[in-house]
DNA sequence: TAACCTTACTTTACCGACAACCTGAGACTT
DNA sequence: AAGTCTCAGGTTGTCGGTAAAGTAAGGTTA
């Protein structure tokens, strides 16, 4: 059986199409008994309307789209999943691209495939297709960096800020070899990480050793890899506190630090970023800036929605963290080289 | 400025639509020069076909649709992202849904937003649902239960097995007591797992503790909330080994071992399902039974598609696990009481 | 009772792309 | 010279909905 459309519907009912469309849609101008009627015959027919011809003829799709090059890690199920319930309540779905092609993101968005656009790191979206989306009046939110015009906005996390309060709070507790645990450099989050991290070093004149600044991809088993090579060559000389630029990282941290016979925090305190569901039952519980994920998703779909419904131009809105003192972090051990 | 549509080219180039369409889609009707000027032309406008008149007309979306309750955990992900680059190694797009609502579901699926569906996971897809689908010919994949027809298939991993074995090897290590983390009964994998464990427990004549058999609910940190509880109630004479159903399970389970002083494996032993990224790097590295998540991906997304091009008809496929023994299980401790 | 509303639909145009069929010009056949 | 091909592209119908405009029957008003 071929599948059923709302001619079907409108010969087994004895109306025109028009008629079975505005009783399915609500349309109050129809003799409440036909009203009955065209539902009872579609409902027996298991008539579902198709969502192409339904699109093509408004020019809406009811989708939000969510581009990203990655998925991985407790930051992005947060987000999926609190934006898509977040969607949901407001009559969208979300739908979920995971690539890194730029013609695949394009096409699908400048294709209209989706109503709304939201953009998540390193995607390379340059000038001039930002540019092209401004003049499709393509309605656009962007969680990697700050931005706004008329038809796109942000909602961002003051990660520069984040970075300096977790900098600041280790060097109150008398550190003073801190490294820093690095994602990639395409990274906003990571990047503006370590330049607050950089400034609250320079502020209280410790020094700045390239050699602290660790590259760990924001990945746990990277950075447990990573943290062995650097104790490899700085096992003699450790520093006191490694700063993570997420919670992964952290974590990935204290297990090396544990597999070389390091305490946390006895012998090295180390913070993350995020404060991840799973943060505070590791071991140690970790200290660290939390995100504010939830509300990022519920802030950005919201925002989207209103953009897209006319009711509000792009706004560029910044989260700020909050530091979460647990486990991980202690003053340094008497015996560390505080040099 | 309004959307650029196929007509907007057409008379901006001096050609009619149908010569556009066939230039860029390449069919091989016009002259070159035609067809270059065309495109040059589209190229200029910066036009992009919107994909709801092609959808429409053709009947396809190009995009495979994964339906799911949930993301959370590092199942997932890799599901997600391996299944989002098969799909684009064959032209699809994935598009995620993350929701429970049935009603959203049928209506993206039978409105045909998706030219194919992937299933997980206690979706509460009943026989009459299934029986709509398969009227309406949408071929599906599912990966939480065992199915197949004409139009859908199913790649699931042979929970029981795995259960089975896992139980026989802890046994084969002198363990006598030993405790199930179980996620919720609506899960197949779960129930399966739990379902091999008893079996192997019956076959070797050790006894089936109903308080044995806790739950977790497949999430690191409710698993250490249900684990600290258990231990509050028979710390007196704990089981020697827990099998996890899942390893953020087991590794919940370790945590809540660790912050009461028990040592694994030295005085518990416990065991994982998956071997998700982070198990190899955790404090003890987890044995678990190595669930090939990116082998189901490519396999699902490859079914799928085959049936699309109607190249093959519904199979069930089994994939099995493979025991990975790290240092999260040991023989009991002398003082384990082996009653 | 003619003009005018309502009510309750039906007819038809349209969204944007694709594809089946049509056409007009020149080349080739017989 | 009439008929037939081929080439290169144009015309038009179509996918499945929605909505603006049209209409027929009955009721109301002046």
Redesign the pocket.
């Known amino acids: 059986m ?6 079907d ?2 010969r087994e009912a ?9 009783a ?2 609500d ?1 109050d ?7 009955m009627h065209v539902l009872a015959v579609a409902e027996r027919l298991n ?4 969502l ?3 699109m ?4 809406k799709t009811m989708m939000l789209g969510f581009f990203t090059t990655s998925v991985s890690g407790p930051y992005f199920y947060k987000l999926i999943e609190t934006m898509s319930r977040q969607c949901e309540r407001h009559g969208y779905g979300l739908n979920v691209f995971v690539t890194k092609d730029k013609q695949v993101i394009m096409s699908n968005i400048l ?1 209209r495939r989706v109503d709304g656009v939201i953009i998540y790191e390193e995607l390379k979206i340059d000038e001039h297709d930002i540019d092209v989306m401004e003049k499709d009046k393509i309605k656009t939110v962007f969680l990697d960096r700050e931005f706004s015009n008329d038809t796109m906005g942000s909602v961002t996390f003051d990660s520069y800020t984040a970075g300096y309060e977790a900098a600041k709070y280790l060097i109150g507790l008398g550190h003073k070899r801190i490294a820093y645990i690095s994602g990639v450099d395409t990274m906003f989050d990571s990047v503006q990480r370590r330049e607050g991290y950089l400034a609250a070093l320079r502020e209280y004149g410790l020094p700045l050793d390239e050699d602290y600044i660790i590259q760990g991809y924001f990945e746990e088993d990277s950075t447990f890899n990573a943290i062995k090579a650097f104790i490899r060559v700085h096992g003699h000389k450790l520093p006191s506190a490694f700063l993570a630029g997420n919670d992964l990282s952290a974590m990935g941290c204290i297990e090396a630090l544990k597999a070389h016979g390091y305490e946390v925090p006895g012998d090295v305190s180390v913070v993350g970023f995020d404060d991840v569901d799973i943060a505070r039952y590791f071991s140690p519980p970790l200290t660290t800036v939390r995100n504010p994920i939830a509300r990022q998703a519920i802030l950005t779909v919201d925002h989207l929605v209103r953009m897209i419904q006319g009711k509000e131009t792009g706004q560029s809105q910044t989260l700020t963290g909050e530091l979460i003192v647990r486990g991980s972090s202690h003053v340094p051990p008497d015996h560390a080289d505080q040099g």
Chains 1, 2 share one sequence.
């Open positions: 071929a599948k059923i459309t709302i001619r519907v409108a004895g109306v025109s199409i028009s008629t079975v469309s505005n399915l849609n349309v101008v129809l003799n409440p008994a036909t009203k008539y579902v309307p198709n192409n011809g339904k093509l003829k408004s020019g294709g």
